[in-house]
């Protein structure tokens, strides 16, 4: 699609923004305008796209407090403004009976699925009501939060919750003007895939999970990304609180 200026003179974090669905809503945002800062723990991906995009890149890890204070203060630094973060770096542990779940596995989900969207917000919230602008906060969740399958309790409470705060704080906060919404994406073909299945990402193994979709196949980053930049944008100034599922109907 064309370039074009739906995001111009915005300013944006992205989570996650070095692999899979982030690294498309990174990269859509940069053609419609934004100033883009990929967050991410991947200093090698991150790199190189935001080379490739010539946005910033930021090592993070969005599961600590100290990360979302120096995100902060590198968009402050080089840009003078934040508009829109996308809490989009997410995580699961292999597809595996509830009953196999590990301590680790369960402060894996929450930390990185739920704890990033309570420090981001924590962090920033204060920066936005001090400065008195319209922002935007957009979380990729998933239809796991809404249509749980199996064998994945767990990353399926964590996506929920992450869904639930996003539409809480969209009341709480809807009176200062910014926008909480969420975005949940179908299985798509990332870095996460193989985990969901609990076996390699191949066409086959990915049959089960996709015969349940109407549309016929599953979410890909500019599905993603495009749902993105509509919430991010102007055209929603007046959408908060919604979870919009680009999962070609599965959650019908
Ligand atoms: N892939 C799917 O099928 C699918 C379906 C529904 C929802 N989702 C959600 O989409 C989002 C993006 O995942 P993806 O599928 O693109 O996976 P991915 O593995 O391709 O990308 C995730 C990115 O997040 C980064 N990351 C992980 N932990 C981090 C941390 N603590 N701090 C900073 N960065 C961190 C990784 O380095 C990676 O670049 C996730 O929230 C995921 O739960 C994925």
Same mark, same amino acid.
């Given at each position: ?16 923004? @070095?692999? /899979?669905?982030?690294?498309?809503? %990174? ?5 419609? /305008?934004? !100033? ?6 991947? %200093?090698?991906? /991150? ?30 630094? !080089? ?19 509830? @009953?196999?779940?590990?301590? &680790? ?17 924590? $962090? ?8 008195? &602008? ?22 399926? @409470? =964590?996506?929920?919750?992450? $869904? ?9 906060? /809807? ?29 086959? !193994? ?12 599953? =979410? ?11 919430? @991010? =944008?102007?055209? %929603? ?6 979870? $919009? ?8």
């Amino acid at each position: 699609m064309a370039p074009g200026t739906r995001l111009a003179g915005k300013v944006a974090i992205v989570t996650g923004g @070095a692999s /899979g669905f982030g690294r498309g809503i %990174a990269t859509k945002f940069v053609q419609e /305008g934004a !100033n883009v800062i990929i967050a991410d723990l991947s %200093a090698e991906a /991150g790199q190189a796209l935001a080379k490739e995009l010539q946005c910033n890149f930021t090592l993070a890890d969005v599961t600590k407090r100290d990360c979302w204070e120096h995100l902060l203060k590198v968009a402050i630094d !080089n840009f003078k403004q934040l508009d829109i973060v996308v809490n989009n770096a997410g995580i699961t542990y292999p597809n595996k009976a509830t @009953a196999d779940v590990t301590d &680790k596995d369960f402060d894996l989900v929450m930390n990185v699925n739920v704890k990033s969207i309570y420090l981001s917000t924590n $962090i920033l919230l204060p920066y936005f009501l001090e400065n008195k &602008k319209p922002a935007c906060f957009i979380t990729v969740a998933s239809t796991a939060g809404v249509r749980p399958r199996p064998r994945l309790t767990w990353y399926n @409470a =964590s996506k929920a919750a992450a $869904i639930n705060a996003t539409k809480t704080m969209a009341v709480e906060y /809807g009176p200062q003007q910014i926008r909480f919404n969420s975005v949940s994406p179908v299985i798509g073909t990332t870095g996460m895939t193989h985990l969901f299945l609990g076996k390699p990402d191949t066409e086959e !193994n990915r049959k089960q999970f996709l015969s349940v979709v109407p549309l016929g196949r599953g =979410s890909t980053p500019s599905d993603v990304a495009n749902a993105c930049c509509y919430l @991010a =944008s102007e055209e %929603a100034a007046f959408i908060t609180g919604v979870n $919009i599922e680009v999962d070609g109907g599965r959650c019908v």
